[in-house]
């Protein structure tokens, strides 16, 4: 299974970027897909998540600019991301967590947002 995100860039400080996570291969299963982030040099840390049922959380930081959303069908996530700020930049990382099945982890796309 593969996961490859896109959608990264560099935006001014206020923009809006959207990030998509596609998966292909064989998935025995999902549960869940999410997005974390990892700036340089602190933890990689969830920023959001999308269950089966469409319930979404978010971490407090991006609450009211981010929005998550699937294509079940395509096994697909996507992050729409307004009104970002500096500290948004971040590598950028999709997750399926499977849920009889192992998760995946993409391999990232760098945002990067200026002041």
């Known amino acids: 299974v593969q996961l490859v995100e896109s959608g990264g860039g560099l935006v001014q400080a206020g923009g809006s970027l959207r990030l998509s996570c596609a998966a292909s291969g064989l998935i025995v299963s999902i549960d869940a897909m999410e997005w974390y982030r990892q700036a340089p040099g602190k933890l990689r840390e969830l920023v959001a998540r999308?269950?089966?049922?469409?319930?979404?959380n978010y971490a407090d930081s991006v609450k009211g600019r981010f929005t998550i959303s699937r294509n079940n069908a395509e096994a697909s996530v996507y992050l729409q991301m307004n009104n970002l700020k500096p500290e948004d930049t971040a590598v950028y990382y999709c997750?399926?967590?499977?849920?009889?099945?192992?998760?995946?982890w993409g391999k990232g796309t760098l945002v990067t947002v200026s002041s």
């Open positions: 997750k399926l967590v499977g849920g009889y099945g192992p998760d995946y």
């Open positions: 999308i269950a089966n049922s469409g319930s979404t």
